[in-house]
């Protein structure tokens, strides 16, 4: 099971926008709608920001959103805040004998 | 607020055997998938293995195949991992993380539990 493929870094300055890709196969990102993506701040346990590609768990900002083309989702933040300085991951299910995979995940530097 | 807590993690020597527990202090535990993620220092998650609602569907990643068992009692909300023949790549933070039934994503982690193995 070979992980999905983010950039390893992303900067943008407050108030501006930046887009993680995840780039996957037929067989995860691009056989379901099943993408989530997570935020990670040191030490700390991930949160999901973002499920089912698009939908947004409650508590988190319309700042956040996601979509997906083929074998590659994609996360945009809008309107860059110092506290979404963190890593991010996406993961895809799998299939059902299959683990779920992750993203080798993005660090998302504000500058 | 923190539902699900792991322990069990510790310095373990190579070939050596752990078991980490994941209790889950909500109401509906026996609705949710759970699976264990790890995370090596400084790297990224992997899934390592999940388990179904009644314990009776289980899957590994083909490095842990064979070494790891998963296992559930919801009589006492708790998810087990045996972790056994382990090795120096086996090191990290090993979060429980539950999916509820007919969804596809974490709604819910653990704050982590650290094995190292080392000699």
């Known amino acids: 099971q070979s992980a999905l493929t983010q950039p390893r870094s992303v900067s943008g300055s407050p108030g501006q926008s930046v887009t993680i890709s995840c780039t996957g196969t037929?067989?995860?990102?691009?056989?379901?709608?099943?993408v989530s993506w997570y935020q990670q701040h040191p030490g700390k346990a991930p949160k999901v920001m973002i499920y089912?590609?698009?939908k947004r768990p409650s508590g988190v900002p319309d700042r956040f959103s996601g979509s997906k083309s083929g074998n590659t989702a994609s996360l945009t933040i809008s309107g860059l805040r110092a506290e979404d300085e963190a890593d991010y991951y996406c993961c895809s299910y799998a299939g059902t004998y299959t683990p779920w995979v992750f993203g080798g995940g993005t660090k998302l530097t504000v500058l | 607020e923190v539902q699900l807590v792991e322990s069990g993690g510790g310095l373990i020597q190579p070939g050596g055997s752990l078991r980490l527990s994941c209790t889950d202090s909500?109401?509906?535990?026996?609705?949710?998938?759970v699976h264990w993620v790890r995370q090596a220092p400084e790297k990224g998650l992997m899934c390592v293995s999940r388990?179904?609602?009644?314990?009776?569907?289980?899957i590994y990643e083909d490095s842990v195949k064979g070494r790891f068992t998963i296992s559930r009692d919801n009589a006492k909300n708790a998810v087990y991992l045996q972790m056994n023949s382990l090795r120096a790549e086996d090191t990290g933070v090993y979060y429980c993380?539950?999916?509820?039934?007919?969804?596809?994503?974490?709604?819910?982690w653990g704050q982590g539990s650290l094995v190292t193995v080392s000699s």
């Open positions: 037929s067989s995860d990102v691009g056989a379901y709608n099943f």
């Open positions: 909500g109401f509906a535990f026996s609705r949710y998938w």
């Open positions: 388990i179904n609602q009644d314990g009776r569907m289980t």
């Open positions: 089912d590609i698009t």
């Open positions: 993380a539950r999916v509820l039934d007919t969804t596809f994503y974490f709604d819910d």
